[in-house]
C-alpha cells in the first residue's frame, strides 16, 4: 500500500541563549492544518515526546541470530570432511594436509581483502542509525490540530506498540493561528535530538507551519517528495487499536510510585526462561497486587487500590515494552490501566498537568494489532445503513469530536446505531476513539480513502465467515436474554460437513465479550487470537 508525502523543507529546532523555536513541517499533500503558539509546560512536554519516540523505534520482535556465514563455512568443508572420511592410507592424509594448509592461506587472504569492506558497512549502518535513523521507520508520525487538544499518534516498527500524546491547550500560551485537521509532518532522530535542549528558562515557539502550504509557480529543491509502500499489516493494525479501545475492559490506577517499583523490579532481574508474564491480582478495595513470572515474587501496591466489584487475576505479557514510560515518572499524577483480559491488548494512560499519553500494547510483542487480534469484530455491531452511517459521520464533523451518546441525542437514534456508524468510519481510518474522554474524535488517517479492499478482511477466518453466511450455512438456533442486558446466540455452522455449534455471549452494546465453540482453532487458541470463522458467522447471522 502506497502512501505519498510532500514536505516543503524539514522539521527542525532552532536554540538559541533565550529561545526555542520547534518548526514541525507538515504534508503539502493534505488539507490545511497548522497551529503556532508558545510552549507554556516545557519540561512536560518534552519528557512526554520523548516517550512518544521511544514508541517509534520500539522493536520487540525476535531477531535470529545470523548463521549465513556458519552455513557457507560449512558448505565449503563437505569436500574437507568427505576426503577425511574416505581417507585411507597416510599418503592420502600427507595430501590433504598439505591442501588443507593451502586453503588456509587462501582463506586468509579472502579475509584481508574483505575485511576493509565489512568494516566499511559496519561503519555506514552505524552511521545511519545515529545520524539517520528515520530511514529505518516506515510512517512519520500522525498530528492533529482539534478545538479542545492537539494530539500526535505513532505506531511502533513491530507493530504490537500504539502510542499518543495528547496536548490540551492549556499547555500552550499565545495562541495566533490555526487550522483543524489531520495531516503528516516530518520527523527526524536529529529532531529528537534536538527536543532534548529545551528548557524552562528559554521562551519555545510551537509551531505546526502554515508556510509548508505555500503554492510556489518555480521548481524548489526546499520540496521533499517521499512515496512510502507500507504493509496492509502496519495499516491494519493501526486501524484496530481504536476497535480495541471500544472493548469492555478491567480498569484501575495505579500510583506513579508503585509503577516505579514494578520497572525496578524488572530492571533488577533479567529471566532466562519462560513464562515471562505479569499477573494483576484483584481483589477489591484490596491493594493491588503484581506477580512477577517466572521467579513468583509478588510486590503490593499499597498506593494503588482496587475499586471494581469482582475479585479477578489477569496476565499480561511483553512486559519490557513498559520501559516506554519510565520518562514519565517525575511528572505523571497517576496511570490508568485498562486490562481487556489474559492475553490481550492493555492500555496505559499516564495522566499529566493538561497532557496525557497513552501507551497501547499488544497480547505480546509478537502478538501485532494486525495479524492476531481482530478487535473490530468484537467491537459493537448493529444494523446500519450507509445513508445513516454518513449523517453520523457528517454529524460528528461538524463538532470534530463529540461521544456517542451526545450524537445520538442531538440526532434522534439510539446509541448502538451511532456506535455501529462510527466503528464503520473507524476501520476507514477516518475515526479515532479516545478512550481518554469518552468521545470519538474526526481523524483521517490518509488522505486518500484507503482501499478497504485489501483491508477488508485481515485473514482467512473472516472470509471464510463471510463465504458460510452467503451460502446459507448458518442457522442461529436459539436466544437467550442474561443479566446487565447480555444475550447468548446459540447457533449451528456447517464447514466440510462437519457441524459446529458455537456459542457467543453479547453485552448490552452488541459487543462479543464471550465465546466457545468446538472447533480446533478455538480449543488451540481461546479467544487471544480473536473469535474463530465459526463464531463469526453467527454472529453475522444474527446480527
Not at 515526546?49 to 558448505?75: C, E, G, I, N
Not at 561503519?123 to 530511514?135: G, S, T
Not at 448458518?474 to 446487565?484: G, L, P, S
Not at 488451540?524 to 453467527?538: R, S, T, W
Request: glycine share 4%; with cysteine.
Amino acid at each position: 500500500m502506497e502512501f505519498s508525502r510532500k514536505y516543503n523543507g524539514n522539521s527542525q529546532v532552532s536554540n538559541t541563549s533565550r529561545e526555542t523555536t520547534m518548526s514541525f513541517v507538515p504534508d503539502t499533500l493534505r488539507n490545511p492544518t497548522f497551529f503556532a503558539a508558545d510552549l507554556g509546560q516545557h519540561i512536560p512536554f518534552r519528557e512526554a515526546m520523548s516517550a512518544l519516540h521511544q514508541v517509534v523505534v520500539s522493536d520487540m520482535s525476535f531477531q535470529p541470530t545470523d548463521k549465513s556465514d556458519y552455513k557457507a563455512w560449512l558448505k565449503a568443508q563437505e569436500d574437507v570432511f568427505l576426503a577425511e572420511a574416505m581417507a585411507k592410507q597416510g599418503q592420502i592424509k600427507t595430501q590433504l594436509d598439505e591442501l588443507r594448509q593451502q586453503m588456509r592461506e587462501v582463506q586468509h587472504a579472502e579475509s584481508a581483502v574483505l575485511s576493509p569492506f565489512y568494516t566499511a558497512r559496519s561503519k555506514y549502518f552505524q552511521y545511519l542509525y545515529k545520524n539517520d535513523i528515520d530511514a529505518w521507520y516506515v510512517l512519520d508520525p500522525v498530528i492533529t490540530v482539534h478545538p479542545d487538544s492537539i494530539f500526535f499518534e505513532c505506531f511502533s516498527q513491530d507493530e504490537s506498540s500504539y502510542g499518543k500524546l495528547s496536548c490540551r491547550y492549556e499547555v500552550f500560551q499565545h495562541v495566533r493561528e490555526h487550522a483543524y485537521g489531520t495531516t503528516n509532518i516530518d520527523y527526524s532522530h536529529a529532531l529528537y535530538q534536538e527536543f532534548q535542549r529545551i528548557r524552562d528558562y528559554k521562551r519555545t515557539e510551537f509551531v505546526i507551519d502554515p508556510s509548508g502550504f505555500e503554492v510556489k509557480t518555480d521548481l524548489s529543491d526546499d520540496f521533499k517528495e517521499e512515496k512510502i509502500d507500507l504493509p496492509d499489516s502496519w495499516v491494519r493494525g493501526f486501524l484496530q487499536v481504536s476497535s480495541a479501545m471500544s472493548l469492555p475492559f478491567t480498569q484501575f490506577n495505579l500510583h506513579p510510585m508503585d509503577m516505579y517499583n514494578i520497572l525496578l523490579f524488572l530492571k533488577r532481574h533479567k529471566e532466562k526462561t519462560g513464562p515471562r508474564s505479569l499477573r494483576f491480582c484483584l481483589t477489591p478495595d484490596q491493594p493491588i497486587q503484581v506477580k512477577f513470572d517466572p521467579w513468583g515474587e509478588t510486590l503490593t501496591c499499597p498506593r494503588s487500590i482496587y475499586t471494581g466489584n469482582a475479585a479477578q487475576e489477569v496476565r499480561i505479557w511483553g512486559r519490557r515494552r513498559l520501559f516506554i514510560l519510565e520518562r514519565l515518572l517525575p511528572i505523571v499524577k497517576h496511570f490508568r490501566v485498562s486490562l481487556l483480559g489474559s492475553g490481550l491488548p492493555s492500555f496505559w494512560v499516564a495522566e499529566m498537568e493538561h497532557m496525557t499519553f497513552t501507551l497501547g500494547l499488544s497480547g505480546w510483542s509478537a502478538n501485532d494489532f494486525s495479524r492476531m487480534g481482530n478487535f473490530d469484530l468484537m467491537a459493537p455491531r448493529g444494523e446500519v445503513d450507509s445513508v445513516t452511517a454518513e449523517q453520523v459521520f457528517a454529524a460528528l464533523q461538524t463538532t470534530w469530536q463529540e461521544s456517542a451518546t451526545s450524537l445520538a441525542l442531538r440526532l434522534g437514534l439510539d446509541v448502538l446505531t451511532v456506535k455501529s456508524a462510527l466503528g464503520i468510519y473507524s476501520q476507514y481510518g477516518r475515526v479515532l476513539y479516545d478512550m481518554d474522554k469518552d468521545v470519538y474524535r474526526i481523524r483521517e488517517l490518509s488522505k486518500d480513502p484507503l482501499p478497504m479492499d485489501k483491508l477488508r478482511f485481515s485473514n482467512e477466518r473472516e472470509a471464510k465467515a463471510d463465504n458460510f453466511r452467503k451460502a446459507g450455512l448458518v442457522t442461529v438456533v436459539a436466544r437467550e436474554a442474561q443479566q446487565n442486558g447480555r444475550q447468548l446466540v446459540r447457533g449451528e455452522v456447517i464447514d466440510n460437513a462437519h457441524t459446529y455449534q458455537p456459542e457467543i455471549t453479547l453485552d448490552a452494546d452488541m459487543r462479543l465479550v464471550e465465546a466457545r465453540c468446538s472447533c480446533h482453532f478455538y480449543i488451540q487458541n481461546k479467544l487471544n487470537q480473536g473469535p474463530c470463522e465459526h463464531m463469526l458467522a453467527v454472529r453475522l447471522a444474527g446480527s
